[in-house]
């Protein structure tokens, strides 16, 4: 399938989840706003099952991206900056716009009965607490790193969840902010 038209139609099916939600986001419906035949979707995704997976693995992809590009760019190389990075990339406009936000929300519920989608979640799970342990191990016990990876991971999550179910949207200035406090209360101990 051409690049193009792939992008269209995840592109397509977020716009679709964001005005009416997964269930009323119809494969009929996707297929109107790519401008395309309901048939190329079930022909290149097997249906909408396999369009939400494939937009959640783009979703996945740039959230990828965010933090790897945020890292690369750092010139403060601690562990400190890593894990600042890290934040940065989870609120990134990528995932915080209100058609990611619907979708993510959207996945996260379909991912409970969807064995294809739970892999995916899973797979994001273990790829942020992997990266948050690692950075935190840098300066601190191997038991100590973990528990701070399961916080920091549960706060990025925590803020991202109750920003993207607020009527307002997610403030990413503040969530950003109440994250690198709790942060910094976790490195209190451990910094020179």
């Not at 995704?45 to 990828?64: N, P, S, V, Y």
């Not at 064995?115 to 300066?139: G, I, K, M, S």
């Not at 991202?160 to 997610?170: F, K, Q, V």
Request: aromatic share 6%.
């Amino acid at each position: 399938m051409e690049p193009i038209r792939r992008q269209q139609l995840i592109n397509a099916t977020m716009t679709a989840i964001n005005e009416v939600g997964l269930a009323d986001a119809t494969v009929i419906r996707i297929a109107r706003h790519a401008g395309v035949s309901a048939g190329i979707i079930s022909h290149y995704f097997g249906g909408k099952d396999g369009l939400l997976e494939a937009t959640m693995r783009q979703i996945l992809h740039d959230l990828g991206s965010a933090v790897s590009d945020r890292r690369k760019a750092l010139t403060d190389t601690s562990p400190r900056a890593h894990l600042s990075a890290i934040i940065d990339g989870n609120f990134d406009s990528s995932q915080v716009n209100a058609s990611a936000a619907r979708t993510w929300l959207a996945f996260w519920a379909s991912s409970v009965h969807k064995p294809e989608l739970q892999r995916l979640q899973y797979v994001n799970d273990r790829r942020l607490y992997a990266n948050l342990c690692h950075q935190f191990r840098r300066l601190m016990p191997r038991e100590d790193a973990r528990y701070s990876a399961r916080g920091m991971a549960a706060m990025i999550d925590g803020l991202w969840l109750r920003g993207a179910l607020s009527p307002e949207g997610l403030d990413v200035t503040k969530a950003r902010r109440v994250a690198i406090e709790y942060l910094d209360r976790l490195l209190r101990d451990y910094e020179g």
